[in-house]
């Protein structure tokens, strides 16, 4: 988390609201007061009309999730996107950007929060592994809708007519989200059934209209592109020499180092070792 915001702090200077979801559930350790402030004089001294809020959940993930016989596969905090829309302070705005706490920014990310959502629910960028294997099926219905835009700036996108979104990089347009109830589908899905990534395969059932966004803004290969603006340390499948999932997290500096041999981050991975303490 702390090295989402150092990196975005590196490469925009402009306001930045950020918001930090969190719930106290048993198991899971709710990020504290102490932290949020710490965050927040860190954004307002780069930008004094920025700022960072703890929102606190767990009021609102209790009382609609209450089928806690799922607790045992899924973290919960992964399911806190999908609650987006039933907080009042976000329910208000236009537009929010999702961030996995596992994304590094290398570049300015206005463009894409700019992008024009008009008739779209979310815009997304391509799941690296689950984009060969899942489909929304929405694509033929998606052709009559003359309200869509559907930037697939990438050419491989169109041929494939690839749509299975990766959900830990995703722009909301909130207003047409608590329209079209696709967040409460999504939870209403993962309540009824059991499913691999829950809340990723959730969100794609769930949103209907979605505009595809380059990879730049949500690279998943281990090493970033010349253009990433967003990189996200998302798990990795290896299938040499033996089949094994890849785990790295940007905080795992040695590992960075090591089995990703990336360095060019080490400046802000060194500040971030220097305040890590105040967390
Ligand atoms: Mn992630």
Redesign the pocket.
């Known amino acids: 988390m702390l090295i989402s915001i150092l990196s975005l702090l590196k490469c925009n200077s402009g306001v930045l609201h950020i918001y930090i979801m969190t719930i106290d559930l048993e198991d899971t350790k709710p990020f504290t007061d102490k932290s949020t402030k710490f965050l927040d004089e860190l954004v307002r001294k780069v930008n004094p009309k920025s700022f960072v809020k703890k929102i606190d959940a767990t009021e609102i993930f209790v009382k609609e999730l209450p089928k806690w016989n799922m607790k045992s596969y899924f973290t919960p905090c992964s399911m806190l996107r999908l609650y987006l829309d039933r907080v009042s302070e976000i329910a208000k705005l236009d537009r929010i950007l999702y961030m ?1 706490y ?2 590094v920014c290398r570049g300015s990310i206005l463009k894409f929060y700019d992008t024009d959502l008009t008739g779209v629910e979310v815009a997304g960028i391509l799941d690296i592994y689950g984009r060969r294997f899942y489909k929304y099926h929405g694509i033929l219905k998606r052709k009559n809708d003359k309200n869509l835009i559907d930037a697939r700036e990438e050419k491989e996108w169109s041929i494939l007519k690839q749509d299975y979104m990766n959900s ?1 990089v995703m722009l909301f347009n909130i207003p047409e989200c608590i329209k079209s109830g696709c967040l409460r589908k999504a939870v209403d899905l993962c309540a009824r059934r059991w499913m691999m990534l829950a809340d990723q395969a959730a969100l794609n059932k769930a949103i209907s209209r979605r505009k595809l966004m380059p990879r730049r803004y949500n690279e998943q290969e281990e090493r970033p592109r010349k253009n990433t603006v967003l990189h ?3 798990n990795n499948f290896k299938f040499w020499p033996y089949f094994r999932v890849q785990k790295v997290k940007p905080f795992e500096i040695d590992k960075v180092h090591h089995v990703l041999k990336i360095i060019e981050y080490d400046d802000i991975l060194d500040k971030y070792n220097k305040l890590k303490n105040n967390l």
């Open positions: 996995d596992d994304v830990g996200h340390f998302s």
